[in-house]
């Protein structure tokens, strides 16, 4: 069965302190891996997608790496509005329409 | 470009009741899929349509079902509601051209239905 979990369950920073986010998947046949970032209230916002190992894309102050079990969501300098909950969501199988969502990391950033 | 629509925003419905929920795509997204959010459960996907036939469908009883119009919106509905319905419902549209599925879903805000 197709897993995802992430770490922490929540993470609280000061402003300016770097951190990083962790996804792990057990899945068959990964086809891609997506974040995504929720405000309370409002729907997931994408963020990334990542289809192979060794593959990584940035935006501002956010960068995801992928290896062959987990991806990583670095985050340098973070400001008190990157304060949301990021989700990791795979797509797997031979289908590939099924997408696996992780619990989820709700970050804090205090300024 | 509008993002995805969901409609309404807030419900809520007594025990036994039905409901149903609206989305619009993205315009030129043919693919729409359901999800439920709880906080004990998290993003759970119900169902994924595609040009009016449902493609794939998670674990949820049939009391939640969908369908797909041929303009690519979509409506939920539950039947018989249950207390364990309550959550946050969301649509998420991406662009499939033929031969070619593009992966990233787009959501809309989202329904809260609250069963009393």
């Known amino acids: 069965e197709d897993q995802v979990t992430q770490s922490p369950e929540a993470l609280r920073l000061q402003e300016g302190e770097s951190s990083s986010l962790n996804c792990s998947y057990t899945?068959?046949?990964?086809?891609?891996l997506f974040w995504y970032r929720q405000d309370p209230g409002k729907g997931p916002e994408f963020l990334f997608t990542?289809?192979?190992a060794g593959e990584e894309k940035e935006k501002e102050r956010l960068k995801a790496t992928l290896t062959k079990k987990e991806s990583f969501l670095h985050i340098t300098a973070p400001k008190p509005e990157d304060s949301a909950t990021y989700l990791c969501?795979?797509?797997?199988?031979?289908?590939?329409?099924?997408?696996?969502f992780g619990p989820g990391t709700r970050l804090s950033v205090l300024p | 470009k509008a993002g995805v629509t969901q409609t309404p925003r807030y419900l809520i419905k007594t025990r036994g009741q039905q409901v149903t929920l609206s989305c619009s795509p993205i315009?030129?997204?043919?693919?729409v899929s359901w999800y439920q959010q709880t906080p004990g459960q998290g993003l759970q996907f119900l169902f994924e349509?595609?040009?009016?036939?449902?493609?794939n469908k998670g674990n949820f009883p049939g009391r939640f079902s969908g369908r797909q119009f041929s303009n690519s919106r979509s409506e939920m509905n539950v039947s018989t509601l249950e207390l364990g319905d309550s959550a946050l419902y969301l649509c998420?549209?991406?662009?499939?051209?033929?031969?070619?599925?593009?992966?990233?879903?787009?959501f809309g805000p989202g329904t809260r239905l609250t069963v009393l």
């Open positions: 998420a549209s991406r662009m499939n051209a033929a031969g070619v599925s593009y992966n990233e879903q787009f």
């Open positions: 899945v068959s046949g990964l086809r891609g």
């Open positions: 990542l289809y192979s």
């Open positions: 969501a795979v797509q797997a199988g031979n289908y590939g329409q099924n997408f696996v």
């Open positions: 315009s030129g997204h043919r693919s």
């Open positions: 349509y595609f040009s009016e036939t449902q493609r």
